[in-house]
């Protein structure tokens, strides 16, 4: 789903960092311990109990709890590399969005989190340094692809390809329903498609993750 290596550096469009937002840490640290393998480091984030998971040496995701006293369900939260996240955060408010989260310096990026005009979150960073590698071949229990579940797919590809720089073109069609890559500088970085109307009401937009496994049947 992505070509060869790119250079170190800035690479706009790039999703670089997953962090789980849970009313449960220690629950989530046991699950994704156990069925992915993943190691964790205690630290603090912004003065919060924060939990690095790494795999290999190499760091995969985040782990925080989540800062209301809600019922909110956890939540993968997917932050994508932009150049000026306090101006991305500005477009997002002028083309319908929001921010759940105003940009605000943390020890290694800026960021932002902001909810698309479909009710989707997604994180905004601008690295302190350097992106993280840009891995031509995904490694077994790191992430490695994004997907958007549209409530408006043709919506959600004008407004993401205004935000984000996103070229699209379907990469298949099945049950009626298109898929559409999105592609920055040469590079596949996620698809998207609309939910089927199957699912009733009972999904809602948001950005997907995904983990290599070696059988995703035998988890």
């Known amino acids: 789903m992505a070509g060869a290596a790119a250079a170190s550096g800035h690479h706009p469009g790039q999703f670089i960092w997953r962090d789980l937002v849970t009313r449960d840490p220690a629950a989530c640290r046991r699950f994704y311990g156990a069925l992915l393998e993943w190691e964790f480091q205690d630290t603090t984030r912004l003065g919060h109990p924060y939990a690095v998971a790494s795999l290999d040496g190499r760091p995969v995701a985040g782990i925080v709890g989540h800062p209301d006293s809600t019922d909110e ?67 077994r229990g790191h992430f490695f692809w ?35 890559a999105l592609r920055r500088d040469g590079r596949t970085r996620a698809g998207l498609f609309q939910i089927p109307e199957a699912s009733g009401k009972n999904v809602d937009p948001h950005w997907l993750p995904y983990v290599l496994v070696d059988d995703p049947g035998a988890l």
């Open 73 to 139: 369900p956890a939540v993968w939260l997917s932050y994508v590399s932009v150049a000026n996240v306090d101006q991305v955060v500005e477009q997002v408010s002028a083309k319908g969005g929001k921010t759940l989260y105003a940009p605000v310096d943390i020890d290694v990026a800026r960021v932002a989190v902001v909810e698309d005009p479909q009710g989707a979150a997604l994180g905004l960073a601008r690295m302190v340094g350097d992106d993280p590698p840009d891995r031509a071949q995904p490694s």
């Open 146 to 180: 994004m997907e958007y579940l549209a409530d408006d797919a043709r919506a959600a590809l004008g407004f993401y390809s205004d935000l984000l720089g996103f070229e699209s073109a379907v990469h298949e069609t099945k049950n009626g329903i298109e898929y559409h």
